[in-house]
Structures are given as structure tokens and as C-alpha cells.
């Protein structure tokens, strides 16, 4: 029973300590159009992001292909409609905009101040706009 007791606080304290993050998905931001109101953002692991569709016509989609850490599953939201995301694996996860992706509409959330995938996300195929915005974002990254 003692067991049971210390594992459940336990269980009730570490819920306690994780936090959330909101990210605004907007068509206008202070220099540009079509824009994450935070490109990067640091979470811990068991911390969740929720993506606000504060304007319509965006969504939030991980960039499978090198974008992600190993074992991470494919996630994409609907277009027009807040998501959340909890994050159980450390890393960094690159995602966009579907339909704004090659305007520029891309961020990176860094699970655990874990950068060990960074060398896969400088692989990630960004396209339009977005190639010119991520390069110095994942040199901020990477400093």
C-alpha cells in the first residue's frame, strides 16, 4: 500500500511540473505573412504545445522525412482548427503549415534541450520561402 501511495504522488507531481505552450498560427505577423507566433520553442519531455488557430486556413504538420526524431509517429492536424501535441520523445520536431509551407510557415519545438538530431533536420527538403527562413533558424538552433 505504501508503494502504491508513493507511486501515485509521484504520478500527481510530475503531471504537476510539465507546462504548456501556446503557438498562434496567424496570416500576419510583425515582418512577414503567414507565421507561427513562435518559430522555435523549448519544451521537456511530457510537456504539451497547442497550435491556436487564431486565423483560418492553417494547420500544423511534423515533417516526417528527417524532420523528426526516431519513433515518432505522423502527425497533421485539419486545416482551420487548434491542435495539441504532447511530446514523449526528445529531439527536435520541424513542422509547417500544409498549405503555407512554401511561404515560410515552418517552426521547430526542441524536446529536452535534445539536439541529437539536428544533423537530419539540416536534410529536411524545405521549399519556396521556407528554405530562406530556415537557415537562420537552425542556426539559432544550433548556437
Known sequence: MKLFVILLSLLFSYSALAEDTTID??????????????????????????????????????????GVPDGVDKFKSKVSADAEYTFTIPGIYAYWCTPHKSMGMIGFVIVGDDLSNLESIKKVKFIGKS??????????IEG
Open 25 to 66: 498560427m496567424l496570416n500576419k505577423g510583425e515582418d512577414r505573412s503567414m507565421v507561427f507566433s513562435q518559430e522555435i520553442v523549448r519544451v521537456d519531455v511530457g510537456d504539451t504545445v497547442f497550435w491556436k488557430s487564431v486565423d483560418k486556413g492553417h494547420n500544423v504538420e511534423f515533417i516526417k522525412k528527417n
Open 131 to 140: 528554405k530562406k527562413i530556415a537557415q537562420p533558424l537552425i542556426a539559432e
